[in-house]
């Protein structure tokens, strides 16, 4: 058998108020990471798989263990407002990885 690698990545991104300032740099940070995360992927022709949570008042998955050459930009999906739930958003990204199946391949974390 032909041993895939497979790397997740997760992104866990303030946007609570005191960021409203940074929106474009958290923005441009972001979507460049993931375009340099994608070059990687298809240099070393391995998987990288993103998850990314967004925390203020509440954490929220807005994306879970998907492939980096499919992710759109943070753009439409980053507005800061509301408190910072930093440890919720931390604990919340650890427990949904824990669940991630690695049955097959080579998984790094």
């Known amino acids: 058998m032909i041993q895939n690698y ?6 866990v991104i303030d946007k609570s108020g005191s960021m409203q300032s940074l929106s474009q740099q958290v ?4 979507d460049n990471q993931i375009a340099h995360l994608a ?3 298809r ?9 990314v949570y967004l925390f ?18 943070l753009a439409s999906h980053y507005r ?6 930093l440890i919720d958003g ?4 650890i427990q949904d990885l824990e669940k991630t199946a690695v049955l097959y391949g080579d998984h790094a974390f």
């Open 27 to 30: 923005v441009k940070v972001f």
């Open 90 to 93: 931390s604990m919340k990204a």
């Open 56 to 73: 203020a008042d509440q954490v929220e998955c807005l994306i879970y263990d998907k492939d980096c050459l499919r992710l759109p930009s």
């Open 80 to 85: 800061a407002n509301g408190q910072t739930a």
């Open 6 to 11: 497979i790397n997740h990545i997760v992104f």
């Open 43 to 51: 240099e070393l022709d391995q998987e990288t798989r993103i998850s």
């Open 39 to 41: 070059r990687r992927s």
